[in-house]
């Protein structure tokens, strides 16, 4: 939902990755590593503009 927030809304200031390590670390107390996962492509959007 992070990322979704971040494509449709490029001005918020969230980190998706942030958000869900926290989850898996807190919530699941799973000590997974998200620095080398590719969670989503393409991470940023492509465009800025809506067309």
Do not use: S
């Not at 001005?11 to 942030?18: A, E, H, S, V």
């Not at 699941?28 to 492509?41: F, K, S, T």
């Amino acid at each position: 939902m992070g990322y979704l927030a971040r494509w449709f809304h490029p001005g918020l200031d969230i980190d998706p990755q942030g958000i869900y390590q926290k989850y898996l670390t807190d919530f699941q107390g799973l000590n997974i590593d998200l620095d080398n996962a590719a969670l989503v492509y393409p991470e940023k959007p492509v465009c800025d503009e809506p067309a």
